[in-house]
């Protein structure tokens, strides 16, 4: 088993009308639904954790800007490690993800092995 | 068990949000709503998000108001460094007093009346009353703009004007939370009854279907109601500012309140109120009610509440659907007809007028009152047709009825029936 990064980019916190009750609840349970599954068939090393949407870019020589650092769909929202057998194997589980109802997408990373 | 999804985001949408913005406005002030609904709005996303990965947290409502007072004293912090406007924003407080009213705020006594102060604020008299109502319901009760305008049986774009004009209003004219006093303060109470009252009806009439959720209505549920009913007893409650309408009110709620349980059946159909288990009403409530109702003194006063509470009394009191006091209650739905002609009174008379004087006067009085193309109208026209013992025209209403409704309850019992007379005529 290798493992995989994979980054949530857009579809997470990134609306910027205000959910409705409807579509809170909706997104909670797909997201609650798929780490579920990923679980049981052992498929989770780590759910990882949403990112907040502010942050800091620090560039050589010490500049500090404010982010966002790039639009809004193509903000990383969240992050989690998966295992799987192989790339290909991983991207099939990643099409599985929640965060294309929302408009966003996901970048599968495979791990550098030590 | 832990509560499921849907109860704690519904709670947290209807009530918490409203608390939250309440809390929130009063150490900003009305004239920076658009940045208090911002900071309820991103707290709302970051529950979302941070509870889609980690599940819910053991107490989701603490964990709401911690994420908005952090993200306040951000944007004030912000502020402060950015521009002079945080002067602006908290006048005579400094940095260090100013964290502490903010903490006061969120104390529970605190929220209650910063709820209260939220309501009477709202209902300014520079702005006009449907748009303080529209206020009320966005930022108190967590309506989206699209629930309001089914509420008040208009477009959402007019709602957004509204909401838009009003907000604007306060901004320019550095409208605070402070409450007026005096006469000032009771002119504004009929419009937060009336805003507390639609609250209650939204939630009233979905009920029958909470837990459906193939509706595209966007289902609201019993905690509506309950919100309602508990911001009228603030109210009721608070020497100043209550009133025998607020009693009134309350008794309306409570009594209606009663019927909770019997209205659904256990696979979720719909039970008219003909053949609702009365032995299941809740007796506590019907007493409580009671009392408020005496309390509201309806021997002298006759307000819309009044009567209203005063038919549920008839209606809850009675032992059966049969010995119903019929008379009575045609009596106070004629007093409420006269003080409002609308056909949404005429149409809830009519069912008495059958009653009392037959189905043909029933038929008679809807025939006389242009009626809106409501469902509630055709499926009450259909059920005093059948009476009449006119089945065609009892079908035709009933399928107007089924076609008109948004709530899958009521469509079921429809077309039950329907399909009931499918069968009786074949």
């Not at chain 1, 052992?42 to 759910?47: E, I, Q």
């Not at chain 2, 008794?251 to 019997?262: I, P, Q, S």
């Not at chain 2, 003909?274 to 299941?280: A, H, L, P, T, Y």
Request: a negative charge; glycine letters at 6%; hydrophobic letters at 40%.
């Amino acid at each position: 088993m290798n493992e995989f990064i994979f980054l949530y980019r857009g579809g997470m916190n990134n609306q910027n009308t205000p959910p409705s009750a409807q579509e809170m609840e909706a997104q909670m349970k797909r997201w609650q639904a798929w780490f579920g599954k990923l679980g049981e068939e052992g498929k989770l090393k780590d759910w990882g954790a949403p990112l907040q949407r502010e942050g800091k870019h620090v560039a050589a020589g010490g500049v500090i800007t404010d982010g966002p650092f790039s639009e809004g769909k193509e903000v990383i929202g969240g992050f989690s490690i998966i295992k799987a057998k192989d790339l290909s194997e991983a991207a099939q589980i990643a099409k599985g993800c929640p965060v294309f109802e929302a408009g966003g997408s996901v970048e599968v990373r495979p791990v550098q092995a030590m | 068990m832990a509560p499921s999804v849907h109860a704690v985001v519904e709670h947290l949408f209807r009530q918490e949000s409203g608390k939250l913005a309440a809390s929130l406005a009063r150490s900003f002030g009305l004239s920076k709503l658009d940045v208090v609904e911002d900071i309820v709005h991103e707290s709302l996303l970051a529950a979302l998000t941070s509870w889609s990965f980690h599940g819910l947290p053991e107490n989701p409502t603490a964990w709401l108001h911690r994420v908005a007072k952090h993200k306040a004293v951000d944007h004030i912090r912000k502020r402060a460094l950015e521009s002079r406007e945080a002067e602006e924003i908290l006048p005579a407080l400094s940095a260090a007093s100013h964290t502490l009213t903010f903490e006061h705020n969120f104390l529970p006594g605190e929220i209650e009346d910063s709820q209260l102060r939220m309501m009477f604020a709202c209902a300014h008299p520079g702005i006009p009353v449907e748009s303080q109502i529209a206020l009320m319901l966005k930022t108190l009760c967590g309506f989206s703009v699209r629930e309001i305008a089914s509420a008040f049986l208009t477009q959402e774009a007019t709602i957004e004007k509204r909401l838009g004009r009003a907000r604007k209003y306060f901004r320019d004219h550095h409208v605070t939370l402070e409450p007026p006093v005096g006469a000032a303060l009771t002119d504004r109470r009929p419009a937060v009854l009336t805003a507390l009252y639609l609250l209650f009806n939204e939630g009233y009439k979905r009920t029958e279907s909470e837990d459906d959720r193939s509706s595209a209505d966007g289902l609201l549920n019993r905690d509506l109601c309950l919100e309602a009913l508990r911001l009228a007893l603030l109210i009721s409650k608070h020497a100043e500012i209550r009133s025998p309408e607020t009693d009134a009110l309350v008794a309306l709620m409570m009594l209606l309140a009663v019927r909770f349980d019997t209205r659904t059946a256990e696979d979720g159909s719909m039970v008219l109120l003909s053949e609702q288990d009365r032995s299941q009403w809740n007796q506590q409530l019907i007493e409580t009610g009671m009392e408020y109702l005496r309390r509201s003194e309806p021997d002298v006063y006759t307000s819309a509440y009044h009567l209203e509470a005063g038919i549920q009394s008839l209606h809850v009191t009675a032992t059966t659907y049969a010995e119903t006091n019929w008379a009575a209650i045609l009596g106070l739905y004629k007093q409420r007809y006269a003080l409002t002609p609308s056909p949404l009174v005429a149409m809830h008379m009519a069912v008495a007028v059958a009653e009392v004087h037959g189905p043909q006067a029933a038929l008679e009085l809807l025939d006389a009152v242009p009626m809106p193309e409501h469902y509630l109208y055709h499926a009450i026209r259909g059920n005093i047709s059948l009476k009449a013992g006119a089945v065609e025209s009892a079908r035709e209403s009933f399928h107007s009825a089924r076609t008109l409704t948004r709530n899958a309850t009521e469509r079921a019992l429809l077309e039950a029936r329907l399909a009931s007379l499918e069968a009786g005529v074949a």
